[in-house]
């Protein structure tokens, strides 16, 4: 059984343009949900895909975005990229159990370091 | 205010100390209560989650949560220096849908 994995592993751009992360998520979940982590700081929830839709969303801007495909593999896009968007950004994957309440435990990837120039 | 509140420490033990971590909160409506740790440059590793109020004990670890309070805690018994990380609380709703993290609590555990 795989974990989960994110590509690339580090990644710089400038200001402006825009950027696409990659998540394939553990064997058997059908969860994803991404996160930025600034430093020194916990992680700040971006959203959640479950079954290829958006199942939940924190306060970040339109211009974060996001993709589930068929494998349950994820994408998250940043357009018009900003200085403050360099982070950690990290993939969760996880599997929903329903049984009396919902069980939702993330597993984590170890991440894409962004730095916006 | 924030969702959640953790101080960041640093935080700096003797090897053997018991260990104590804490956050507050301050959505009643959180239901999922989670521990995670953090190695430098690494993603979080999940250490226990818990449902609701109670206890909940694995090995070394112990978690508690106090709805009444919004406070949770992590204690760490017979603490060795492979501890050294930043632990995470982090919380969700009944749907599991959205997550909020701590900022982390920096430990060092000293030999």
């Known amino acids: 059984e795989t974990g989960v994995t994110q590509s690339p592993t580090h990644l710089i751009k400038t200001r402006g343009q825009q950027v696409t992360l990659r998540c394939s998520s553990q064997?058997?979940?059908?969860?994803v949900s991404w996160y930025q982590q600034a430093l020194g700081q916990g992680p700040q929830f971006i959203f959640q895909y479950y079954r290829e839709e958006e199942n939940g969303r924190g306060n970040f801007p339109p211009r974060f975005s996001g993709l589930q495909f068929p494998n349950y593999s994820s994408e998250l896009n940043v357009n018009a990229l900003e200085l403050d968007d360099s982070a950690l950004y990290l993939c969760?994957?996880?599997?929903?159990?329903?049984?009396?309440?919902?069980?939702?435990?993330?597993?984590f990837g170890p991440g894409t370091r962004l730095t916006v120039l | 205010q924030k969702e959640v509140e953790q101080d960041p420490g640093p935080l700096s033990v003797p090897e053997g100390a018991i260990v104590s971590l804490n956050c507050t909160y301050s959505n009643s409506a959180f239901q999922y209560f989670m521990w995670y740790r953090q190695y430098s440059r690494k993603g979080p590793e999940l250490l226990m989650y818990t449902y609701s109020s109670g206890n909940k004990e694995d090995g070394r670890f112990t978690a508690q949560v106090d709805k009444s309070s919004k406070y949770i805690s992590l204690f760490i018994r017979d603490s060795q220096p492979s501890d050294s990380a930043t632990y995470l609380c982090?919380?969700?709703?009944?749907?599991?849908?959205?997550?909020?993290f701590g900022t982390g609590t920096s430990l060092t555990v000293i030999p």
């Open positions: 982090a919380m969700t709703f009944a749907t599991g849908n959205q997550f909020y």
């Open positions: 969760a994957s996880s599997a929903w159990y329903i049984a009396g309440g919902a069980y939702n435990e993330q597993f």
């Open positions: 064997s058997g979940h059908n969860t």
